[in-house]
């Protein structure tokens, strides 16, 4: 690879239910996330800003998916832009916004594969599930389908975006850092068969033989890894600035490690870096921890 990286700006929260994750992007610049790129010894050879509409709907109560129509176009536009930053032989890293945004990056990755009929492995690190559908989802946002939308599961208007489904095997894919989830996500995980670690299985096996096993699962048998990092998976004494908080989490050295480890493997193609919001953070200190691990994932340096 050429160590080139394409930033994707993308200031949505239709998905959730606070606006404060439309800030992300900003406070990433804030956190030199240019800069440390670069320190890295990676260029930057193409920034994009994303603009998200505002949505009348958001205001509403919606128990089944709301705004999924301005999130459906939003991911069939994010669907093009990874695969060209892939096809560009960039590393397209995009910058949320919350994690909805995945529905359409990821299916972006699986464009690019799937055209080289090759597979690739979805490494999903979160405190949550994200493995809802508009059946099970008690609150309607959509930034809790996603990983479902991904494996096939939800309404045909987004799981067919590029008239197929799955854009992710549910074999190659691994649920990192879970510790609260709702009782039909538990089911859901366990119908898809998807790997899921969580809190516990973390501390029982130590953070490098967790992901010495998911590597094992998602990387031996691909040409790539979609890495989609929720923040809010890190400890909130050491990330405060999410929406969802979820305590008990990742500590710092534990997600370095775990990112070089990943890093190390060359295999990393698409990285999606989601759910800060500013507003609740701490001097933007979430913000730089984002940051510090999107330069881990480049650098392979916990
Ligand atoms: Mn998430």
């Known amino acids: 690879m050429n160590k080139q990286v394409t930033l994707i700006y993308v200031p949505l929260y239709l998905g959730g239910s606070h606006r404060g994750a439309a800030l992300g992007p900003?406070?990433?610049?804030?956190?030199?996330?240019?800069?440390r790129i670069k320190a890295c010894g990676w260029q930057i050879a193409k920034e994009v800003e994303v603009s998200v509409p505002e949505s009348a709907a958001w205001f509403e109560e919606d128990t089944y998916a709301r705004c999924l129509p301005e999130i459906i176009d939003l991911s069939k536009e994010l669907a093009k832009l990874v695969e060209a930053a892939l096809d560009a032989g960039t590393l397209p890293i995009t910058i949320g916004g919350d994690h909805s945004l995945a529905i359409g990056t990821i299916a972006g990755s699986s464009n690019y594969f799937r055209k080289r009929k090759e597979s690739f492995g979805l490494l999903w690190f979160d405190a949550h599930g994200d493995i809802n559908t508009p059946e099970t989802s008690q609150s309607g946002n959509v930034h809790g389908m996603p990983l479902a939308i991904c494996?096939?599961?939800?309404?045909?208007?987004?799981?067919?975006?590029?008239?197929?489904?799955?854009?992710?095997?549910?074999?190659?894919?691994?649920?990192?850092?879970?510790?609260?989830?709702?009782?039909?996500?538990?089911?859901?995980?366990?119908?898809?068969?998807?790997?899921?670690?969580?809190?516990?299985?973390?501390?029982?096996?130590?953070?490098?033989?967790?992901?010495?096993?998911?590597?094992?699962?998602?990387?031996?048998?691909?040409?790539?890894i979609h890495l989609s990092f929720d923040i809010d998976v890190l400890d909130p004494e050491i990330a405060p600035g999410v929406?969802?908080?979820?305590?008990?989490?990742?500590?710092?050295?534990?997600?370095?490690?775990?990112?070089?480890?990943?890093?190390?493997?060359?295999?990393?193609?698409?990285?999606?870096?989601?759910?800060?919001?500013?507003?609740?953070?701490?001097?933007?200190?979430?913000?730089?921890?984002?940051?510090?691990?999107?330069?881990?994932c480049l650098s392979g340096k916990a």
């Open 151 to 224: 494996l096939g599961h939800g309404p045909e208007s987004v799981t067919q975006l590029n008239q197929y489904s799955p854009k992710a095997e549910a074999s190659l894919t691994a649920l990192v850092g879970i510790r609260d989830l709702d009782p039909p996500e538990l089911e859901m995980i366990t119908r898809t068969g998807i790997a899921a670690y969580n809190m516990s299985d973390i501390d029982k096996l130590g953070i490098a033989t967790v992901v010495e096993r998911v590597l094992s699962r998602v990387a031996d048998n691909s040409s790539g």
């Open 26 to 35: 900003a406070a990433m610049k804030v956190a030199d996330l240019r800069e």
């Open 243 to 296: 929406s969802t908080v979820a305590k008990d989490g990742i500590g710092q050295k534990d997600i370095m490690q775990a990112l070089s480890m990943i890093a190390k493997t060359g295999l990393v193609r698409s990285i999606d870096m989601v759910e800060l919001n500013p507003t609740r953070d701490i001097q933007n200190r979430t913000a730089e921890i984002a940051v510090d691990m999107i330069a881990a």
